[in-house]
């Protein structure tokens, strides 16, 4: 059983990230925000779930649809508002924008745009880990899509032949931008793939945040104790599209009714009472994480925009002055 | 003072630093060879490389610091970037840099953005080191320098050392950088040697070299190219015509105030490369030069490089398309219409 402390982190984060995609898919909608927009709803259990199984101080890589892993990691949220707004007091001072929302100090590696760029850098922090007997967690968030990318088998390989504990954790969202998973697997399941590398998997239910939470805790321990990275997948379904202004006319209606019976903000409201959570608990932490969005959202708007030469900065940590 | 290979040096500079920092680790295809299995233990490294340069490495730092790779550059370099972003020095290396374009993404991307994109908290201090350069006869895939290509992309440093010398100097500051540095050696170097103190400091990155001081014309020589220069410039002198040689060895950052005051002097530039001309680096020092030295230039700048063509493998045609001492000196003389 968890404790409630635990209980009210992993309901907080479920309504925080729920709440801050649907207003920034409405803000996109109203008015212009900068820059594309990749949002993750439908994906909150996943985000909430391994999170919830790691350290504060764990190394994670992301990827574009990053909103949820960066709130779910606690990174400050005026903060990833600001920077999707493109203002100086942005996470990444406004240099980064939605797709690249990221805080090394929380343990980001980075957000990256490149589907599969992630998994090479977290073997390399894992590496970095097992070198140095360090003692911190690393695990890799991709989407379906980037099981077929070479980034990703090159890494699972090394990683495996290294001896090298790490988490690669899919997210089976059911589509790879707008091609559909079931179109663009191989395998008859997507884990499958580890079976090239000899290497373990489990599966998940990608909509329920306590079975994420279950059964990433016991391949974080399976992987540290084997010395041995692990595949993990999780479906889900990507109510969001690939990105915000996509007609979704890819994503059949039924398909969505469906999916919308497995919603996992649903499932974990469903689930409260199994946790002795009142409905009076369940509104409290809808109440906060509204008025938290809310005032994220608020923030944001009066933030100022970077000068122009800002732009100048932090290419380097070394570089002459006269030639930069 | 002890004569080294720049194959040597560059050895030297790699023990020195494992010794000095145990965060360095070197990461590579055949970088130990068949010395990471067990059975081979004790053995000579079977390999080092293609070129034998970092031999010995896994017999003193084991196997956890000196490590064998799979053919995957995407995924070690990408590693290399993960473990730079968390505490290791790390080395990888690119067998050839003409394999640059199976991780490209993980340079170009990731080691030279994550820094700026992330807002500036994380730092990669990691060293490429690759081979680079003609006139192996090794085929259009393994004879490229491709020096341009990485120093257009901010957040990269790019170095390319001429002499033993130079190769362990810049490669000490290359590994203790904390911004991530291609290092180009050239295949063709590997087994030229000159005298390399033990006890040399790390030369800074940015820095250039004036190899031979002159008056009447700047030979501007990439790499490999300063040995032409000096050749050319050794002939010249019979003509009375004095060359002054800089070697910039990095490009980014580039030394271009030693270029400057060179070109100042003198007024007349050849700019010696032995990659393709467009978008070259021959074609960026010649843009420099006329942006800040055009009222004192006596003729228009000057450029020997390569064709534009791949790196044709049959001995008259690489010779061919590698720049000669005789074209530098050709051109030396129509500048002095000597």
Redesign the interface.
């Known amino acids: 059983m968890l404790d409630k402390d635990k209980l009210d982190w992993i309901y907080n984060k479920l309504f925080t990230i729920r709440f801050f995609e649907e207003r920034i898919k409405k803000i996109a909608k109203e008015k212009s925000v900068p820059g594309y927009l990749h949002t993750c709803i439908g994906s909150e259990a996943i985000c909430v779930g391994v999170m919830a199984a790691l350290n504060k101080d764990d190394w994670i890589s992301s990827t574009y649809r990053n909103h949820g892993h960066a709130i779910a990691k606690d990174c400050n949220l005026n903060q990833i508002t600001s920077e999707i707004y493109g203002r100086s007091t942005g996470i990444c001072k406004g240099r980064g924008g939605s797709m690249h929302i990221s805080d090394f100090d929380r343990g980001m590696l980075g957000s990256f745009g490149i589907v599969a760029a992630g998994p090479p850098v977290v073997l390399g922090a894992a590496l970095q880990e097992k070198i140095n007997n360090g003692s911190k967690n690393s695990v890799s968030f991709f989407g379906d899509g980037a099981i077929h990318n070479g980034a990703f088998h090159e890494a699972a390989g090394l990683a495996k032949l290294w001896n090298i504990p790490m988490l690669f954790v899919c997210e089976n969202n059911g589509y790879a931008e707008a091609t559909a998973t079931d179109w663009h697997l191989n395998t008859k399941e997507l884990s499958d793939i580890s079976k090239a590398y000899d290497m373990l998997a489990y599966r998940g239910n990608g909509n329920d945040v306590f079975d994420v939470f279950n059964v990433t805790k016991k391949a974080l321990e399976e992987s540290r104790n084997k010395q041995t990275p692990i595949f993990l997948e999780f479906k889900n379904y990507r109510f969001s599209g690939q990105y915000e202004g996509d007609t979704q006319l890819y994503q059949p209606q039924e398909e969505i009714e469906n999916a919308k019976k497995n919603d996992p903000i649903k499932l974990a409201i469903d689930n409260a009472k199994n946790h002795n959570l009142t409905k009076d608990d369940i509104e409290t932490y809808k109440k906060n994480a509204l008025d938290a969005v809310n005032s994220a959202f608020d923030f944001a708007d009066t933030q100022p925009w970077p000068k122009g030469e800002d732009a100048l900065q932090e290419v380097y940590v070394n570089y002459p002055k006269e030639v930069n | 003072m002890p004569i080294k290979t720049v194959k040597e040096a560059i050895n030297d500079a790699l023990v020195q630093s494992f010794e000095n920092d145990k965060n360095v ?1 070197l990461m590579g295809e055949d970088i130990a060879g068949g010395k990471g299995r067990e059975q081979y233990q004790g053995t000579q490294d079977a390999w080092g490389g293609p070129f034998g340069v970092t031999q010995g490495l896994f017999t003193k730092f084991g196997g ?2 000196v ?1 064998d ?2 053919i ?17 020095r ?1 080395i990888v290396e690119l067998m050839y840099v003409d394999f640059a374009g ?1 991780c490209f ?2 340079m170009m ?2 080691a030279a953005k ?10 990669v201090p990691m060293v490429v080191r690759t081979v680079v350069g003609a006139g192996f006869r090794a085929g259009s895939e393994h004879s490229q320098t491709l020096y341009s290509l990485y120093t257009h992309i ?2 990269l ?1 790019v170095v390319a050392p001429y002499d033993a010398y130079d190769a362990k100097g810049l490669l000490l500051s290359s590994i203790q ?3 991530p540095v291609i290092f180009m050696e050239h295949k063709r170097l590997y087994m030229t040697s000159c005298e390399v103190p033990d006890d040399l400091k790390p030369i800074p990155l ?1 820095k250039g070299k004036i190899r031979k001081n002159g008056s009447d014309v700047t030979i501007i020589a990439i790499q490999r190219m300063n040995l032409f220069a000096e050749e050319a410039a050794k002939e010249l002198e019979n003509n009375n015509i004095s060359c002054e040689i800089i070697d910039p060895r990095s490009y980014s ?2 030394d ?2 030693l270029i400057y005051t060179s070109v100042k002097k003198t007024g007349r530039v050849i700019i010696v490369d032995e990659s393709n001309p467009k978008c070259s680096l021959a074609s960026e020092i010649s843009s420099l030069i006329s942006e800040n030295c055009f009222s004192d230039l006596k003729s228009g700048v000057v450029k020997i490089t390569a064709p534009h063509t791949p790196v044709p493998f049959s001995p008259p045609m690489e010779d061919f398309y590698i720049p000669s001492s005789k074209k530098i000196g050709d051109a030396a003389k129509e500048l002095l219409n000597a």
């Open positions: 680790i956890e610091r490590r790779t799979t995957a550059e995407a995924g070690f370099f990408g590693a290399a970037v993960g473990a730079a972003m968390t505490g290791l790390p199976v993404d993980q991307n990731q994550v820094r700026y994109m992330f807002g500036g908290k994380q730092k901010p957040g440093k950088d904390d911004d940015g950052p580039l271009e105030d």
